[in-house]
């Protein structure tokens, strides 16, 4: 007899990708410019999506390990979902850009899964654009977009995902955490 729902311990893993224009690739994450361009899809509307609605993020999504998709990690499933997502071909930085991070670890309760054992993480891979046609995928995004890091912060509503990635200095450097942390902490 399969355990009722509150019993499950199910996880729930996504990779995102801090996906950079081709033409403005920094040296090393120190090197983040406030002009650096980096690609955001905005969520589709209430009540397509119930989960920010409206809110610009980075592209990604969960692991799916069966074929034909066959994800083994969350590196695979941020480069597969840019691509399928918005068209995006991408490759990972070399060091000294992070490998990865994880932004989001959490019980899925919080998350509005009801009680559970299971855990919701998200991790995040700096990726450089090998082209870009921008084609949003319709049942993910309304729009996709090359933004300016500083527009990005200053200008559209982010995810709270995406405000997280940009106040990690091993991510984006200290340029763009020191005005990320003050444009979110005046909001």
Do not use: C
Not at 65 to 90: F, H, L, Q, S
Not at 147 to 170: G, V, Y
């Amino acid at each position: 007899m399969a355990a009722p729902f509150e019993q499950l311990a199910t996880n729930i893993t996504v990779g995102r990708g801090l996906v950079i224009h081709p033409d403005d690739v920094p040296a090393s994450p120190f090197d983040f410019d406030l002009d650096t361009r980096i690609l955001l899809g905005q969520r589709l509307p209430y009540p397509l999506s119930h989960n920010n609605p409206n809110a610009w993020e980075h592209l990604g999504g969960k692991i799916e390990p069966e074929p034909p998709k066959a994800d083994k990690t969350t590196y695979d499933a941020a480069r597969r979902e840019t691509d399928e997502e918005g068209g995006v071909p991408t490759e990972r930085l070399p060091a000294p850009f992070v490998s990865g991070l994880t932004l989001v670890e959490r019980p899925l309760e919080d998350r509005g899964y009801g009680p559970s054992r299971g855990k919701y993480r998200v991790d995040i891979y700096p990726l450089r654009a090998l082209g870009y046609s921008l084609t949003p995928f319709p049942t993910e995004h309304q729009a996709l977009g090359w933004f300016p890091i500083q527009t990005a912060i200053k200008e559209l509503r982010l995810s709270r995902e995406t405000q997280l990635s940009l106040l990690q200095p091993r991510l984006v450097g200290f340029r763009v955490v020191h005005l990320a942390s003050q444009h979110f902490e005046a909001a």
